[in-house]
Nanobody
Framework: QVQLVESGGGLVQPGGSLRLSCAASGFTLDDYAIGWFRQAPGKEREGVSCITHVGGTTYYADSVKGRFTISRDNARNTVYLQMNSLKPEDTAVYYC??????????????????????WGQGTQVTVSS
């Protein structure tokens, strides 16, 4: 059974940091690119970042570039999202997901939700003073 579980969310002040984790089970994580998405109340779910299956290529939304870092530890079957210099507009539920094709670099399609087939349940991130 394929399962993704996000953790690490919480309440943080502006300028603070959080590290999200996405733990996978039921499949070999290192065969797939993994994306992080977020959804704020009343907004569409948007792509935040993606890392290829071998970890050599990463992608970021312009809004988080320079502040967020995605990484993966295939031995632990886990992908991370380090979020620094957090802003109130980063408040959202954050989801990780597996790219639908194995051993493929998503390239420009990394930000399209319909290219991902398995999703976690999400973890809430709230940035507020």
């Amino acid at each position: 059974q394929v399962q993704l579980v996000e953790s690490g969310g919480g309440l943080v002040q502006p300028g603070g940091s959080l590290r999200l984790s996405c733990a996978a089970s039921g499949f070999t994580l290192d065969d797939y690119a993994i994306g992080w998405f977020r959804q704020a109340p009343g907004k569409e779910r948007e792509g935040v970042s993606c890392i290829t299956h071998v970890g050599g290529t990463t992608y970021y939304a312009d809004s988080v570039k320079g502040r967020f870092t995605i990484s993966r530890d295939n031995a632990r079957n886990t992908v991370y999202l380090q979020m620094n210099s957090l802003k109130p507009e980063d408040t959202a539920v954050y989801y990780c997901a597996t790219y639908r094709s194995a051993r493929v670099n998503p390239n420009i399609s990394w930000r399209y939700r319909d290219r991902y087939n398995y999703w976690g349940q999400g973890t809430q991130v709230t940035v507020s003073s």
